[in-house]
């Protein structure tokens, strides 16, 4: 099992966007049975789960974000995606992706998500 990989954080201006990628390369056992999720951390607060989805594509979202972020998954490159349109400056954290329900050996480093002016 390889950890998966986060990229495409940054720091963004209220209202911009940023896309998200998740590459889960060598790890397509999880990646194809599971249905896969967006988490996110920020500091001194709990993680949170921002969206999943199915592996049919079928989509879910916390409240604080429905309408402004879209899950998408590509299930021939084993890689899941975050578009994140509207940012605000509380979604500023950590994000990371994982299966639901969480496997606690297959969290990556994560990456981060400033939104600042």
């Known amino acids: 099992q390889v950890q998966p990989v986060e990229s495409g954080g940054g720091l963004v201006q209220p209202g911009g966007s940023l896309r998200l990628s998740c590459i889960c390369a060598?790890?397509?056992?999880?990646?194809?049975?599971?249905?896969m999720c967006w988490y996110r951390q920020a500091p001194g607060k709990q993680r949170e789960l921002v969206a999943r989805?199915?592996?049919?594509?079928?989509?879910d979202y916390a409240t604080s974000v429905r309408g402004r972020f879209t899950i998408s998954r590509d299930n021939t490159e084993n890689t899941v995606y975050l578009q994140m349109n509207s940012l605000k400056p509380e979604d500023t954290a950590v994000y990371y992706c994982?299966?639901?329900?969480?496997?606690?050996?297959?969290w990556g480093q994560g990456t981060q998500v400033t939104v600042s002016s």
């Open positions: 994982n299966a639901d329900p969480v496997i606690n050996s297959f």
């Open positions: 060598g790890s397509s056992s999880i990646f194809i049975f599971n249905v």
């Open positions: 989805i199915t592996k049919g594509g079928s989509t």
